[in-house]
């Protein structure tokens, strides 16, 4: 059974940092591009970051390019966002996703999210 | 940038009644394009992918047509469960991105 569990969500100040992870199961972990997608609340899906699954390719969203990293490590299963100079309008659920197939552009797993707020 | 446009913005159908729900792309994404369901409180779910293809578990009721700039979900006939917020999305090539219609809500008549 697929799985995965986002985690390290929290409060933070403006201009702060943090660093979320997705831990994934189920599944050939290195074989499937990965993204972060996150919902502000009451509004809909944006798409954050994603990676290839050997980590050799990353695209951003132009809200977040400069201040968030994704990256991932294969040996752990693990997808990471590091966000950094955080803003308010970065408060939002944030959910990791894997990609279907390479072709096909559609997110067939969702983690459950984790919230992040940012707020003084 | 592709910008994705879902039409109505809200459903008002009863149960067993025929939903059609539209997205329409600022340019032809081909059949790339994929629904999901999301119900308050949880994550969005994938309903079809490739325009018109179910994903592994979804009801037969669920169906996804077309191609190019415009697409149509339809749920045959209205179960309880199927009123929640629908989303249609694709990925471009340049500028490399995914994005997300702004969402229809399926709500109770």
């Known amino acids: 059974e697929v799985q995965l569990v986002e985690s390290g969500g929290g409060l933070v100040q403006p201009g702060g940092s943090l660093r979320l992870s997705c831990a994934a199961s189920?599944?050939?972990?290195?074989?499937?591009?990965m993204s972060w997608v996150r919902q502000a609340p009451r509004k809909g899906l944006e798409w954050v970051s994603g990676?290839?699954?050997?980590?050799?390719?990353?695209d951003y969203a132009d809200s977040v390019k400069g201040r968030f990293t994704i990256s991932r490590d294969n040996s752990k299963n693990t997808l990471y966002l590091q966000m950094n100079s955080l803003r308010g309008e970065d408060t939002a659920v944030y959910y990791c996703a894997k990609k279907y197939s390479s072709s096909s552009p559609a997110f067939d797993y969702w983690g459950q999210g984790t919230l992040v707020t940012v707020t003084s | 940038e592709i910008v994705l446009t879902q039409s109505p913005a809200t459903l008002s159908l009863s149960p067993g009644e025929r939903a059609t729900l539209s997205c329409r792309a600022s340019?032809?994404?081909?059949?790339?394009l994929a629904w999901y369901q999301q119900k308050p409180g949880q994550a969005p779910r994938l309903l079809i992918y490739?325009?018109?293809n179910r994903a592994t578990g979804i009801p037969a009721r669920f169906s996804g047509s077309g191609s190019g700039t415009d697409f149509t979900l339809t749920i045959s006939s209205l179960e309880p469960e199927d009123f929640a917020v629908y989303y249609c999305q694709q990925r471009s090539n340049w500028p490399p991105a995914y994005t997300f219609g702004q969402g229809t809500k399926l709500e109770i008549k």
């Open positions: 340019q032809s994404v081909g059949s790339y």
């Open positions: 189920g599944f050939t972990f290195s074989s499937y591009a």
């Open positions: 990676m290839s699954g050997s980590g050799g390719s990353t």
């Open positions: 490739d325009a018109s």
